[in-house]
């Protein structure tokens, strides 16, 4: 069983730029796809990137993709998204998530995830 902390959320304005880190303690890290969505209030679980085991591909949303870059670091079990040209839109809490596959990450299928760090963005 893998269990994933997220932290680095805040408020920033506008334009700004947050850097948000995923922790991964016990089981495997480096066999699964790792990923993250957000969810704001009201509004559908929303798919945002995804990263192979490896790292070596790379999966974003439409709407943050060229803003947002994913990456990890097997060898500390973490996870990292960086966000730049922070929007209002962009305001959520961001959960990381262990899946099987880029297709099942978008299809909202995780073996694990975390419990959430709130990004807000103001205008």
């Known amino acids: 069983q893998v269990q994933l902390v997220e932290s680095g959320g805040g408020l920033v304005q506008a334009g700004g730029s947050l850097r948000l880190s995923c922790a991964a303690s016990k089981g495997t890290f480096g066999v699964y796809v790792m990923g993250w969505f957000r969810q704001a209030p009201g509004k559908e679980r929303e798919f945002v990137a995804a990263i192979t085991p490896t790292g070596s591909s790379t999966d974003y949303a439409d709407s943050v993709k060229g803003r947002f870059t994913i990456s990890r670091d097997n060898s500390k079990n973490a996870m990292y998204l960086r966000m730049d040209g922070l929007k209002p839109e962009d305001t959520a809490p961001y959960y990381c998530?262990?899946?099987?596959?880029?297709?099942?990450?978008?299809?909202?299928?995780?073996?694990?995830w975390g419990q959430g760090t709130q990004v807000t963005v103001s205008s």
């Open positions: 998530a262990a899946g099987r596959s880029f297709s099942s990450l978008r299809r909202k299928i995780y073996d694990y």
